[in-house]
């Protein structure tokens, strides 16, 4: 049974993909306050706080939360937090979203981070996430490259 905190993260991040930046963001923050003793809570959260902000340099300090906070974790521990999560299936994102951070800021890192989105893609499943992520990764490799 996925934890209770998740349906509010998901509330909170549909309001984020629903175009309420700034209340989605308040949302996202004070939860990351709540769950504090949550490692897979916090890990879903700055991925998504990342997204939710404006500055590249706050984008920026989220990606890196987020990779830092997976790190940290099992699958059992994403797992307690929603059935579905796994992380072979959330590297990738982590660090196609830490690369284009880095890319935007003109840090020479993002071609490190890329192929390390690359290589974890490799463990995605043939399915439209798989499809999506690895189509967002070669898009960033190429803007990083041109």
């Known amino acids: 049974m996925p934890d209770s905190s998740f349906s509010q993260i998901q509330a909170a991040i549909a309001a984020l993909h629903a175009g309420d930046r700034p209340g989605a963001r308040a949302r996202l923050t004070e939860l990351w306050h709540e769950l504090a003793d949550d490692g897979a809570a916090r890990c879903v959260l700055a991925h998504y706080l990342a997204d939710a902000h404006d500055d590249p340099r706050e984008v920026l300090r989220w990606d890196e939360r987020a990779l830092a906070a997976a790190d940290a974790l099992s699958d059992d521990d994403l797992q307690r937090l929603h059935p579905s999560l ?50 967002a990764i070669r898009r960033l490799v190429a803007r990083i490259e041109s």
């Open 86 to 135: 796994s992380l072979p299936a959330l590297y990738p994102s982590l660090y196609l979203n830490l690369a284009e951070a880095l890319r935007v800021l003109g840090d020479p890192r993002a071609r490190a981070v890329a192929a390390q989105a690359t290589a974890a893609a490799e463990a995605l499943p043939e399915d439209d996430y798989g499809q999506f992520i690895r189509a």
